[in-house]
C-alpha cells in the first residue's frame, strides 16, 4: 500500500474480555477499519499496540483481514489495550485498562500522510483514544493540516470522558454520530430528536449528524435538509450487542465515500448492525455478510 491513504482511521485497537472466558479482538476504530476493508475501501488505521503476544495476534489478524498494518505502531513500555466486557440487563458494560499502547499513539507517519492529502479524504476518529495527552495532540496535530472531511464517532465510556473536550471536537467535524443517551449528556437533546439534530448542526456548523437509538432505530440529518430513519426488524437470536454500533457506524462513512444516497445508507447500514448482534463480538468470520452492503 502506497502512503496516499483517503480513508484514515485513527484511535484503539484492544481486546475485548467476556465473562465466559472468550476474547475477541475489538476497539471501535479497529471493528470500523475492518468493516470498511470488508466493504471495499483501504483505511490506513493508525494506532499503537504493546510489545506482547496480543500485539502480534492483531498483526496477523490485520494481514488476514487484507488492512494495512503501516500505521500500526509498537510500544515496548505499554500493553497491548484491554476491555473486561460485562452485562446489565442484555447491555454491555465496559471496565477499560489504562494506560494502554493506544494512549501514546505518536505522528510518527503525519507528514508523509498529510503530504500526500486530499480534500476528498476522511478521517474517522472517536472519543476514548483522547482520554490521555499523548494520543489527543497527536490526533489534533493530524487534524489541524487534515484537508478532507472529519467524522467524529462519539463513544462516551465513563470515566474517560469530558465535556468540553467532546463538544470541542464536534466543533472541529463535519459529521458526528452517537447515541441519544450520549447526546442528553453533552446537553444536546430535548423531546424532539429532529429539533436537537438541526439544533447540534446548527451549533457546531456540522454537514449531518447521525443519532442511533439502540432497538428504536436511528436518524440522520444533513445540513441541506435531507432526513433519513430506519427502525430495525427485531431479531430473534441476539448473542451480544457489542460493536454493532461500529458496524452502524462503518456503513455510514462508506455512505459518504461513495456518495450513497442518505437513506439506502441508513438501510445498509442497519441490516448490518442487526446481523451483527447474532454474533460474539463485534466482527464476523467471513466476509459474505458485506456482499449485501456493498
Known sequence: MSLRPSLIVFGEVLFDHFPDGQSRLGGAPFNVAAHLQALGLKPLLLTRV?????ARTIRNRMGQLGLSTMGLQKDSVHPTGMVA???VEGEPCYDIVHPTAYDFITPDLFPAILEQGSEQGLLYHGSLAQ???????ALQQLKSSFKGRIFFDVNLRAPWWRSE???AEMQAAH?????HHELEALGLGGDDLRAAAESAIARFDLQGIIITRGAQGALT???????????????????DTVGAGDAFTSVMVAGLVNAWPLQETMQRAQWLASRIVG???????????YQSVR
Not at 459529521?175 to 447515541?179: E, G, H, S
Not at 454474533?279 to 455478510?289: D, F, V
Open 131 to 137: 482520554r490521555s495527552e499523548v494520543s489527543c495532540e
Open 221 to 239: 440529518v444533513s445540513v441541506a435538509g435531507e432526513q433519513a430513519e430506519v427502525v430495525p426488524e427485531p431479531v430473534d437470536d441476539v448473542v
Open 165 to 167: 473536550t467532546v463538544l
Open 175 to 179: 459529521w458526528v454520530k452517537l447515541n
Open 85 to 87: 466486557v460485562s452485562f
Open 279 to 289: 454474533i460474539r463480538g463485534a466482527l464476523p468470520e467471513s466476509t459474505e455478510l
Open 50 to 54: 504493546g510489545d506482547d503476544p496480543q
